[in-house]
């Protein structure tokens, strides 16, 4: 079965610290796999995507994943918090098996310090 | 702004109305995708359509729950006999081509029931 599992539902970093949002996936077919982020009574927007190319993905606004197979992970970090990347984030993973299936994980609440 | 247009944004309708959501897609997209997000969860897969046809409606309730997409005109998800716990945000998306491709989210609509 394919499942995606985001590790933390709430991280609260302070301002200027880096940041680290944990994802793992569980699927038997190549997955590609995408960070979304939502800002409140908003719809999601795409931050990055992985897609079998260059493991180490780098996506806007400064966040970057790093797709990692033997560890079933892509982890989206960014080196210095803003206050304004205070928003819920979801991993998905997208399955290539011909037919459809886009898996979201639960989501995690980012806090952001001043 | 071309983005995937969602209306109305709030809905409020009383137990055994009918609701209808509408989803123009990103012009030149003929996929599109319906989810829905209770409170503190992630998005949930519902239908899949692509112009004309239901590709995927494993998501869907069997019952009062229907989608079109029809050749003209906005994609159309329509609850029959609503119930309190259809209350939720219903989203929209759009692809280019069908997934993995990174889907474009509208900003969805609120469905309320009194």
């Known amino acids: 079965a394919q499942s995606v599992t985001q590790l933390d539902s709430h991280v609260s970093v302070s301002e200027g610290t880096p940041v680290l949002l944990r994802c793992n996936y569980s699927s038997s077919y190549s997955p590609s796999l995408f960070w979304y982020v939502q800002h409140p009574n908003k719809g999601l927007q795409l931050l990055l995507k992985y897609t079998s190319a260059a493991t180490l993905v780098k996506g806007i606004n400064g966040f970057e994943a790093e797709f990692k197979k033997s560890e079933t992970s892509f982890h989206l970090t960014k080196p210095s918090a803003h206050m304004s990347d205070a928003a819920e984030y979801f991993c998905?993973?997208?399955?290539?098996?011909?037919?459809?299936?886009?898996?979201f994980g639960a989501g995690t609440r980012l806090f952001v310090k001043a | 702004n071309a983005g995937v247009m969602q209306n109305p944004r709030h809905l409020v309708r009383r137990r055994g109305q009918e609701a209808r959501l509408r989803c123009s897609p990103v012009k030149g997209h003929s996929h599109v995708y319906w989810y829905r997000q209770l409170p503190e969860e992630g998005l949930k897969f519902m239908v899949y359509?692509?112009?004309?046809?239901?590709?995927?409606e494993s998501g869907m309730p069997k019952e009062r729950f229907s989608a079109e997409f029809p050749k003209e005109g906005p994609s159309i998800l329509r609850i029959q006999q609503v119930v309190r716990g259809d209350s939720a945000a219903y989203f929209c998306a759009s692809s280019r081509d069908r997934v993995p491709q990174p889907q474009h989210f509208g900003d969805g609509t609120r469905l309320s029931i009194l």
């Open positions: 359509l692509q112009k004309e046809n239901i590709i995927d």
């Open positions: 998905v993973v997208s399955l290539n098996t011909g037919g459809f299936k886009t898996i």
